[in-house]
């Protein structure tokens, strides 16, 4: 299976459900994967950071590839997130992606010792012709302490094995300046990670979102996108509203980075999706936290389905 | 054989000698440790920063582990970094650190998304138990974003599985606080990344100096520490000038963090140790780096030799 | 004159003309005025970051308040900045303006200590009762080191003497957030700094842009606004490209901050509109750049020339 | 009078008391310097980060100027704070200072827009030609965003008007490296700003330190100074182990930067040396706060008197 053309919609970046150090939660898996794909995603985007792709053993990593690229049979295309601060490793990923049928493979920088422009070039120059499949730039500076500059990204624009980036930097003016690039690149797709930007993006040209509620509320992101893709913009204002509700109630309950992540794990939890369990360093959230999760949730899923299901408009 | 007690000195953190992509340079890693080992160095640090670990592939981190211990055949300690993302990576590499015959392990933080304080917290608290062999803390914030701050090591003031930390953030305020915790545990060593802050380490208390110059120059390194720890002030100082002169040459030719690096190995490849392949995604230094890096050798080596031959003072 | 209700559209955020230290251009800011109010802008905003407002004497500040308030005789609201570090003297300029006819003042946070929110809170307080004027908060995290955060301002809400906002923390995520905050004061003015994200500004609901680009064009930056705001998405697409041509090419001859206020001034000084003299510690451009930004100049006054003269689309 | 050569010592930035305002604490002020001069501070630095100089009104600088000089009576240099983001009131502060009889004036760079280095060149350069006072260079990127590197300010070495460098970095690879600078001008001095520092500064070779605590300890500080300045570095161990407890215990009431100058000028009030009035936008610490303060500083002081009046060692 080929990715489709053009690429475009919601990708989830789906959470990887564990029950316990180094497990997979496969029923779990199994569970989010058909409610994503119920919800009427674009596809489905495995191993990154809301997937906790780099927390994950070797091993385990290329069990959710495979895992994922069975119960998937095709119904969408597959990307593989194969960032790693090891070559060597990401190119094993990569193979094992395309052994187990997976469609494309997304790369961040190597994150530990920061990378200058030209050392990036030389990054990409030594990985592109190691991929076995289409491959997506991912620009996470926050993470990565390095960014895919446009002139970086710019010269390998002829370059037949890059299918897009996603964009991670919640920096509109590069996202506005990315999307230039598909002047030159209309088969390209360029994805908004931060969801409370899905929306801009989509008015900036962009292909569509990898946004981490959509684990939680597929048909929500991929209401929004189509709202927007098709013009209805009174009906995308009040779609990104509810999303920056989510946004700001679903997040902000614990206050480190992996916050996000935990208030998606928790809520799929309560939702009888899958376990909670975080990868080391991190641990699911405590009680206290769970009740304000649940408590939030409540109110999120009436004003959710209350969004979806008022009329139409335009 | 265990740790020396107290372990006081100079443990270079040894760069990874390669000749190619995931291939070890046995010849030239032999060359380093013996290079080293007669300067008079303490102990051996590999897979750390200078050593490339994260960027090594696991396979590959392995066999370094145990090529090196088989080598130094117990002469001095050798202590393995196992900083990574994936918690079960890092205890499967410190548990073929202790079957090769290692001495301690040594973490810096998961360095991707970044953890609060209580999560380092509970990190240590799950890593511990795993460890088979004394733990060193490492704290490298510029490369993982948060640091182990002095109250989050307090915590674990009476472990009796933690041997020390060694502390590269280049922050002396820190330092001296970290130094205050010896107090409690003098058994504990605590080590100095930066080698333009050695001097200031060794007078603020500290064990010793985990320097990337001490690769190229041990005996350099091993005498400025000497000459502190021995309340010779005069020696010390002029011996701290020549390593911020190393410093200040030697480290600047290319422009980004990588440049230590790479000129630690041009050096040595220049010295005839060993091969100057850099791991992915950077590449080792192009003819005219090179040359420069030559020909700051050249004077250097002239310095340090006039260095270690003057009389000792005191 | 008070500020019209609403108060939307584009206030350039005026350079001072200055012909030699502490020497305001007369000549240069008379032809600046009328330059900006023939293109339609909605007012204009003195002494702000593009206007050099902190790297002049506070004579030369009362001066330009006075002279610029004389010269537009109330046809457009005339904002100052009082940005300062020192309280004191922000409340005298605000008296100057207030005397001199001007509209509204503008104050960032003191930008020397960074503040706490709840510093933040204590500083609002002191200062809202010593206005004589409608104030805008200035929102420029880059400069000031802290952000007026949302949940800070929100406890404002209420506040009668509060305007609205300017926000150029370039974070869209941010400026969704603060133009929820029109829902409970939709008298409130909500504007973008950043011109590459006025579309995306107008998009989200803000009344307008505060950019440095319509010192030069202002006529783009008003086609602009007028076509986002009247729903006129294709045309407002294309024009918004056009800013991102001049903010790419116009901005980056230079490479520190200052970049964009000398490309603005050695514009507009080559354009015969004014002296291109900067308050110390910047200095004009030299010839070799003066000379690129005369070539880029000329291709850009084609660009926008073509681009506002198109048939309105929609 | 002349600054002293060498010029070495303890130079308290210090605090300003207030009384309001805009108003100065008379009594306050003359209490604060007697007090200081009583402990044995080699000079006086008005106006600095400690002495919120960048939040107070032009007038009250001079005023606070003025009046120091005068109840100094050149008992002891004065060095007086002209940071200002507007070049030509830092020109006019300087006057002040000469025509009050100040013996020097300290500047960082101008902190709104971040020059690059070759801007801060030219700012000097049009900077010392207006100094009728010896000139201190002072680094505090924190505050400034900016350091002035030390490449940038050897250009500047031949330069008479030049005095020394207040270094406030925190940086000590950075400190040595200025320090450096003394073999080519031994007339200069070099400070140290965080007095958790001051002891390493000595040892590197600096003349000594402009720490906020000897507004409350004078004498513990200049005796820190004196015993590493005379070797005997057993006692300065001691003494600095106390600075450190003073820093980690006074400065850690109040979550913000401005917890530093409140702590000190809270304590300041609990010893009945003058008001803690904080200018604008900051305020005293509450009853709480200052209950908590009350109560470290109880057990400081036994501290500190204990500590100098042990027996001298060596």
Same mark, same amino acid.
């Given at each position: 299976?080929?990715?489709? !053309?053009?690429?475009?919609?919601?990708?989830?970046? =789906?959470?990887?459900? =564990?029950?316990?150090?180094?497990?997979?939660?496969?029923?779990?898996?199994?569970?989010?994967?058909?409610?994503?794909?119920?919800?009427?995603?674009?596809?489905?985007?495995?191993?990154?950071?809301?997937?906790?792709?780099?927390?994950?053993?070797?091993?385990?990593?290329?069990?959710?590839?495979?895992?994922?690229?069975?119960?998937?049979?095709?119904?969408?295309?597959?990307?593989?997130?194969?960032?790693?601060?090891?070559?060597?490793? !990401?190119?094993?990923?990569?193979?094992?992606?395309?052994?187990?049928?997976?469609?494309?493979?997304?790369?961040?920088?190597?994150?530990?010792?920061?990378?200058?422009?030209?050392?990036?070039?030389?990054?990409?120059?030594?990985?592109?012709?190691?991929?076995?499949?289409?491959?997506?730039?991912?620009?996470?500076?926050?993470?990565?302490?390095?960014?895919?500059?446009?002139?970086?990204?710019?010269?390998?624009?002829?370059?037949?094995?890059?299918?897009?980036?996603?964009?991670?930097?919640?920096?509109?003016?590069?996202?506005?300046?990315?999307?230039?690039?598909?002047?030159?690149?209309?088969?390209?797709?360029?994805?908004?990670?931060?969801?409370?930007?899905?929306?801009?993006?989509?008015?900036?040209?962009?292909?569509?979102?990898?946004?981490?509620?959509?684990?939680?509320?597929?048909?929500?992101?991929?209401? =929004?996108?189509?709202?927007?893709?098709?013009?209805?913009?009174?009906?995308?204002?009040?779609?990104?509203?509810?999303?920056?509700?989510?946004? !700001?109630?679903?997040?902000?309950?614990?206050?480190?980075?992996?916050?996000?992540?935990?208030?998606?794990?928790?809520?799929?939890?309560?939702?009888?999706?899958?376990?909670?369990?975080?990868?080391?360093?991190?641990?699911?959230?405590?009680?206290?936290?769970?009740?304000?999760?649940?408590?939030?949730?409540?109110?999120?899923?009436?004003?959710?389905?209350?969004?979806?299901?008022?009329?139409?408009?335009?």
């Amino acid at each position: 299976m080929n990715l489709p !053309s053009p690429f475009s919609g919601i990708v989830p970046p =789906l959470v990887t459900p =564990l029950t316990g150090r180094d497990q997979l939660d496969h029923a779990g898996l199994e569970r989010l994967i058909e409610r994503t794909l119920a919800g009427g995603v674009a596809g489905l985007f495995i191993l990154g950071t809301t997937g906790e792709g780099p927390s994950l053993s070797y091993r385990l990593r290329a069990e959710v590839i495979r895992e994922s690229c069975r119960l998937v049979k095709n119904r969408a295309p597959v990307l593989v997130g194969i960032t790693d601060t090891a070559f060597v490793e !990401s190119v094993a990923l990569a193979r094992v992606a395309a052994e187990a049928g997976a469609n494309a493979v997304v790369a961040a920088p190597p994150y530990y010792l920061p990378e200058g422009q030209p050392e990036l070039r030389d990054y990409l120059e030594d990985l592109l012709p190691e991929m076995p499949l289409p491959f997506f730039l991912y620009n996470m500076p926050s993470l990565t302490k390095v960014s895919f500059e446009v002139d970086t990204i710019r010269r390998f624009i002829d370059d037949a094995r890059i299918a897009g980036v996603k964009d991670s930097s919640g920096n509109m003016v590069y996202f506005h300046r990315l999307c230039h690039l598909l002047r030159d690149r209309p088969d390209w797709s360029i994805f908004m990670g931060p969801e409370e930007l899905l929306l801009d993006a989509v008015l900036a040209g962009a292909q569509g979102g990898v946004n981490g509620g959509a684990n939680l509320f597929p048909a929500l992101y991929v209401a =929004l996108h189509q709202a927007a893709a098709r013009g209805d913009f009174a009906r995308a204002r009040h779609l990104h509203d509810v999303v920056l509700e989510v946004s !700001s109630r679903l997040y902000q309950v614990g206050r480190h980075p992996s916050a996000i992540i935990k208030g998606i794990k928790c809520a799929l939890s309560l939702e009888g999706v899958c376990d909670d369990f975080m990868a080391e360093p991190f641990r699911r959230f405590r009680p206290e936290d769970r009740d304000r999760i649940a408590e939030v949730l409540a109110t999120l899923k009436a004003t959710v389905t209350r969004a979806l299901s008022a009329p139409t408009t335009a």
